[in-house]
Structure formats: structure tokens, C-alpha cells
């Protein structure tokens, strides 16, 4: 028994322009599981040390994913329900996933405004119904005592790197108890990869505003973690306590192959180092880059802590 990554729906009501799953055109070809599948995998694979991550595509296209969320909690698996959040906007199905068992809601929010994260999923309104989505999700935790994490991840993109403080700066004048901040570099398939002009940066070049975004986080009490992006790219070793490797079910999950065989690129992320990483004494901590990230930059900007 282990952790496992299920995708509940493969279809999409965005089409985020740094989409690791292919957005719309993803699910093109692919049927969705039927819930008998589903329940079959979670018998195979799930017990109650088990991390069980739901994503897709976007989840919550799956009427049947409250009862499909109870049937892995009363395994005893602790479950991440990764969403973009925009039907949760929707304050009974919020209620109905956390009654589920939902342990930790995470959600990326694409921009400070309506305009940077409307443009990024190209959907519009999407912002305002995320930002409902955050509301229903603090309400429940804040008022009605629901026991969940709130993760908020900020995918570091061109459009939006120097907008990563403000995010947090908005989110904290919002919602006063913290969430968890995960800044996360991307990996450059489907979507991204399609898009990526006007997606990809180079993480040194992003650097000093991931640090600046660590700071609005610790300065607003949040709750900071840092992934995909190596600690020799934060530099100064103040910043190295927030990188986290990999600590989520796609770690150890098997590829999907129904998905896998239409769109070969969500076998993303694979994790790589560069030859001269193995001098760096965070080695063994230390995740790398995604492969797809490595194919287009290199590994020129990993260079190694030596002390
Ligand atoms: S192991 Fe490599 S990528 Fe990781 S911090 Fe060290 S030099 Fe950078």
C-alpha cells in the first residue's frame, strides 16, 4: 500500500496557459475513469498511512468526487485535493469536500488581480470565483472549525514573477489566518510548453523575486514553502529552510497510463541534477529541476554549495 495520484476528471473548465496536463486539449481522446475504477484503484493501492492526491484535469467536473474523497478517508489516507478553485465558488460543494475528509485544499491562484489570472487561465471570470472559492474555504476552516490546510501555490511564470508579493500581500489583507504558500517552478510541457515565450523564465532570473515573496510570506506569518526550485538558485542559505522536497503523492505515484498513453508529457515531473550537483552539500535534500525546465535552460545556473 502506498500513495497515489488519481485523476477524477481529465477535462478542464480552464485552459491555463502553463497547464503541466495538456488544459483542454489534454483531455481530447481521453475517457474519464468510471467511479468503479476509481474505488477499485483506491482499493489496490490505499491504507491509512497512504497520501492520496486527487487532480486532473480539474477534479471537481466529477459529480461523484465527494463520495470518491469519503471512500479514500475512511481508508485513514490523508487527502490533497489539488483544484483551481473555481467551483468552489460553490459554498455546498466546499462544504460537501471538507464533510468528505479533504486534509489539504490546494489551489493556484494566478495573479493579484482579475486581469493577470483571468489572462493566465484564459477564463474569464475565473478570478472571482477563485477568490469565493478562498472565502468558502477560510469560512469553514475560520468559523466552522474544519480541520484542513488551505494551500495556496503560485507557479512561478514570466507574467507573474513580479507579482508573487502582491498575491501574498492580498490573500493576507483577505484572509487574516495563514495559509500554506507554496511557490513552485514549473515544469515546461503541454501548455507550458506550447506557451512558453511567454511562460517560461529562468529561475535565476526569478530568484530575487522568490525571495521577496519569502519575505511578504514570513512577514504576514504565512506558512512558506518553496519547491522545484533549487537552493544554489535562492543563494543565501537564510532562504534554504523553506525548500521542501518533493512531500506530495506525485513522488511516488505510478504514471497513469490511460492519461500517459494519450498525453505522454503528464509522466512530468521527472526531477534531474546536473553532473556537478553531487559536489554540493545539499545533494541529498535537494530535488533539482524538472526535466522539461533542464531540456530548455540547462544546468548551468546550478552551481554547487560547497559550505
Ligand atoms: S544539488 Fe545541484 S541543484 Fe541542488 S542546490 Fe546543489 S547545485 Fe543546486
Known amino acids: 500500500m502506498g500513495n497515489i495520484n488519481i485523476f477524477p476528471s481529465y477535462k478542464c473548465n480552464q485552459d491555463c496557459l502553463f497547464c503541466a496536463g495538456g488544459g483542454q486539449k489534454g483531455s481530447t481522446g481521453v475517457r474519464d475513469l468510471t467511479t468503479r475504477e476509481i474505488l477499485e484503484k483506491l482499493d489496490d493501492a490505499v491504507d491509512s498511512n497512504s497520501m492520496v492526491g486527487f487532480s486532473g484535469g480539474e477534479p471537481t467536473l466529477n459529480s461523484n468526487l465527494p463520495y470518491i474523497i469519503q471512500y479514500a478517508s475512511d481508508k485513514g489516507a490523508t487527502i490533497i485535493l489539488t483544484t483551481n478553485g473555481a467551483n468552489l465558488s460553490d459554498f455546498n460543494l466546499a462544504l460537501e469536500l471538507a464533510d468528505a475528509g479533504v486534509d489539504i485544499f490546494s489551489i493556484t491562484l494566478s495573479g493579484h488581480n482579475a486581469k493577470l489570472h483571468d489572462y493566465l487561465t484564459q477564463t474569464k471570470g475565473s478570478f ?38 502582491q498575491i501574498i500581500e492580498l490573500i493576507s489583507r483577505e484572509f487574516p489566518k495563514p495559509y500554506v ?9 503541454s501548455n507550458a510548453k506550447r506557451n512558453i515565450n511567454e511562460i517560461a523564465i529562468k529561475l535565476t532570473d526569478a530568484a530575487p523575486y522568490v525571495r521577496k515573496t519569502i519575505d511578504a510570506g514570513k512577514q504576514y506569518g504565512q506558512t512558506v514553502k ?13 532562504y534554504f529552510k523553506y525548500y521542501k522536497a518533493w512531500d506530495n503523492p506525485y513522488q511516488y ?6 492519461y500517459a498513453s494519450v498525453n505522454l508529457e503528464c509522466k512530468e515531473p521527472e526531477l534531474v541534477k546536473g553532473d556537478l550537483c553531487r559536489e554540493c552539500i545539499m545533494y541529498n535534500k535537494c530535488t533539482g529541476v524538472t526535466q522539461s525546465y533542464a531540456k530548455i535552460f540547462g544546468f548551468d545556473e546550478l552551481k554547487p554549495i560547497i559550505n
Open 128 to 165: 472571482d470565483r477563485v477568490f469565493a472559492g478562498f472565502k468558502n474555504l477560510s469560512c469553514l476552516r475560520d468559523d466552522y472549525g474544519y480541520h484542513f490546510d488551505i494551500q495556496l501555490k503560485i507557479l512561478v511564470t514570466k507574467p507573474i514573477v513580479r507579482h508573487m508579493p
Open 226 to 238: 518553496v519547491m522545484d526550485i533549487p537552493p544554489c538558485i535562492l543563494k543565501d542559505p537564510d
Open 253 to 258: 505515484d505510478d504514471v497513469d497510463e490511460q
Open 181 to 189: 504558500i507554496e511557490i513552485t517552478g514549473i515544469a515546461i510541457v
